[in-house]
Antibody, heavy 122, light 108 residues
Framework: QVQLQESGPGLVKPSQTLSLTCTVSGGSISSGSYYWSWIRQPAGKGLEWIGRIYTSGSTNYNPSLKSRVTISVDTSKNQFSLKLSSVTAADTAVYYC??????????????WGQGTLVTVSS | SYVLTQPPSVSVAPGQTARITCGGNNIGSKSVHWYQQKPGQAPVLVVYDDSDRPSGIPERFSGSNSGNTATLTISRVEAGDEADYYCQVWDSSSDSVVFGGGTKLTVL
């Protein structure tokens, strides 16, 4: 059974960079069969896709966040990571990592992490 | 960018049928996925590719998609179905995932 677990600071100061890591267990991230994604959800609001990465390092980002987002993968640690720069209070949210079911077009997210709350505040 | 529109809320009595819609321009040409999210929990996939169910999801959950509207149907609604539901598609014009705004299902 695949499991994903987010980790990283729960508090980030405004203008700084938010950094999170997702550790995958129960399967190899380098199998080449999946995309790996980040999604966030502000309190009381809906889901917002941040971006995704393939094992090769190929990425796609939400156009509204693209200028501030970097997603990377470390196959040796079975992890992928998120960096979001120049954060403001609007970036306060629960951040989820998730697996895309396959590399075919338009696939759903079949496994999710439990989510981690990141608060942007001085 | 592509927009998905869901009603903010739907209410239904136990045992009845709930229908949650997801509107989008020619959404019938896309694959629609649906997620259930209960308070404090991560979303769970309940329907994918318009109408398929992952293993472990009750047959009471079904989906359809045509024209400008996709619909998640929950038959014989139970108290445990009370949750937020989100539709999701892939927007090939921007190579990005799009979520609907979510619908809160209340079981009366």
């Amino acid at each position: 059974q695949v499991q994903l677990q987010e980790s990283g600071p729960g508090l980030v100061k405004p203008s700084q960079t938010l950094s999170l890591t997702c550790t995958v267990s129960g399967g190899s991230i380098s199998s080449g069969s999946y995309y790996w994604s980040w999604i966030r959800q502000p309190a009381g609001k809906g889901l917002e896709w941040i971006g995704r990465i393939y094992t090769s390092g190929s990425t796609n980002y939400n156009p509204s966040l693209k200028s501030r987002v970097t997603i990377s993968v470390d196959t040796s640690k079975n992890q992928f990571s998120l960096k979001l720069s120049s954060v403001t209070a609007a970036d306060t949210a629960v951040y989820y990592c998730a697996r895309v079911r396959s590399i075919a077009v338009a696939q759903p997210f079949d496994y999710w992490g439990q989510g981690t709350l990141v608060t942007v505040s001085s | 960018s592509y927009v998905l529109t869901q009603p903010p809320s739907v209410s239904v009595a136990p045992g009845q049928t709930a229908r949650i819609t997801c509107g989008g321009n020619n959404i019938g040409s896309k694959s629609v996925h649906w997620y259930q999210q209960k308070p404090g929990q991560a979303p769970v996939l309940v329907v994918y590719d318009d109408s398929d169910r992952p293993s472990g999801i009750p047959e009471r959950f079904s989906g359809s998609n045509s024209g400008n509207t996709a619909t998640l149907t929950i038959s014989r609604v139970e108290a445990g179905d009370e949750a937020d539901y989100y539709c999701q598609v892939w927007d090939s014009s921007s190579d990005s995932v799009v979520f609907g705004g979510g619908t809160k299902l209340t079981v009366l």
